[in-house]
């Protein structure tokens, strides 16, 4: 699978080049840039043979299979819409859009194209999500009550591109959409907002956000995050049952640390999982997906659910949603 990367961006070889050249499946071969001169550095820099002066060429290149699209939030939709119309498959980073009604078009543009299109919530493939979602299903926990998730780091730099609101900017955005999804996944359904409260880096963009969420089955859950607050690192989700609790410490990079702890009536236990990277298990999984027709986790479909929970965070908290740019 050879894929194209659509910009210099940040988070590109942590999440692509680097799982790459563990992957005998995968080819990281072209990069562009709106500065040709960037996309020329960051190739040179990590041993990409080709660099297009736009992201149309690279987009067109028969020689491409997929597209990895890391750009700004409000940009993912138009680009990756650009993508399927030039028959690639798309690996997308989070948020999937800049809001449910894009998420709404992609998801029917994906599954016209018949491509894979595939979300980038990379903790969603790594082991400890999959164990933290064994012991709930197994019921050691009992019946659900609450499910909390967090997503705070401090972005004391208020300049970022991450505070824009052209750019579908917000910490829910960025940072809340990874909580909301956990609280998604391990409540196991899209829950109701019932109330949401921000506090603002300026009238439209939340820095922080706390949520109060109602799941069909009668449980209840919180999303809390921020990117500058005084809870400046918390990286945590809380699943509470009538039989027991389980606490995770970073699911989100568990390759860097994590701790699973379960209390239930078996007594108390701590449980750690790989080392391995969740970026890599994220691009095996596209790569399965592609090549070999193996489905995904973190489909168009399951973006729109993510998507439609963040739009009504934003309306409860009485903010404007995100526009695509």
Same mark, same amino acid.
């Given at each position: 699978m050879r894929i194209g990367i659509l910009g210099a961006a940040r988070i590109a070889p942590l999440a692509l080049v680097n799982p790459a050249k563990a992957n005998a499946e995968v080819v990281v071969a072209a990069v562009a840039a709106r500065e040709v001169s960037r996309a020329q550095s960051f190739a040179t820099k990590h041993g990409i043979d080709r660099v297009h002066d736009s992201y149309d060429a690279l987009i067109a290149d028969p020689d491409i299979d997929a597209i990895y699209n890391p750009l700004p939030n409000g940009m993912h939709g138009r680009w990756t819409r650009a993508a399927l119309a030039a028959g690639k498959h798309v690996l997308c980073e989070k948020p999937f859009t800049a809001n449910a009604a894009e998420a709404r078009e992609i998801a029917a543009a994906a599954a016209e194209s018949g491509k894979v299109v595939m979300e980038a919530f990379h903790y969603r493939y790594h082991p !400890?999500?999959?164990?933290?979602?064994?012991?709930?299903?197994?019921?050691? !926990? +009992?019946?659900?009550?609450?499910?909390?998730?967090?997503?705070?780091?401090?972005?004391?730099?208020?300049?970022?591109?991450?505070?824009?609101?052209?750019?579908? +900017?917000?910490? /829910?955005?960025?940072?809340?959409?990874?909580?909301?999804?956990?609280?998604? /996944?391990?409540? +196991?359904? /899209?829950?109701?907002?019932?109330?949401?409260?921000?506090?603002?880096?300026?009238?439209?963009?939340?820095?922080?956000? /706390?949520?109060?969420?109602?799941?069909?089955?009668?449980?209840?859950?919180?999303?809390?995050t921020s990117m500058w607050s005084t809870r400046l690192l918390d990286m945590s989700v809380k699943v509470i049952g009538d039989d027991g609790a389980l606490r995770v410490l970073n699911p989100v990079v568990p390759q860097l640390f994590h701790r699973l702890t379960v209390k239930s009536s078996n007594g108390r236990r701590v449980e750690r999982l790989s080392r391995r990277a969740s970026y890599a298990y994220q691009l095996d999984a596209f790569a399965a997906a592609v090549l070999h027709g193996q489905p995904v986790k973190t489909t168009p479909e399951d973006a729109v659910e993510n998507m439609t929970v963040i739009d009504a965070i934003y309306g409860a908290a009485g903010l404007p949603l995100r526009e695509p740019s």
């Open positions: !400890l999500t999959l164990r933290t979602e064994e012991i709930i299903a197994s019921g050691e !926990l +009992g019946p659900l009550r609450r499910v909390e998730a967090a997503m705070c780091f401090p972005l004391p730099k208020f300049s970022d591109i991450r505070y824009d609101y052209s750019l579908a +900017g917000g910490a /829910t955005m960025d940072a809340g959409c990874y909580a909301v999804h956990m609280v998604r /996944t391990f409540g +196991g359904s /899209t829950p109701e907002v019932v109330s949401a409260q921000a506090k603002l880096r300026d009238p439209r963009v939340d820095r922080a956000m /706390t949520a109060e969420l109602r799941f069909a089955g009668g449980h209840t859950g919180r999303v809390r």
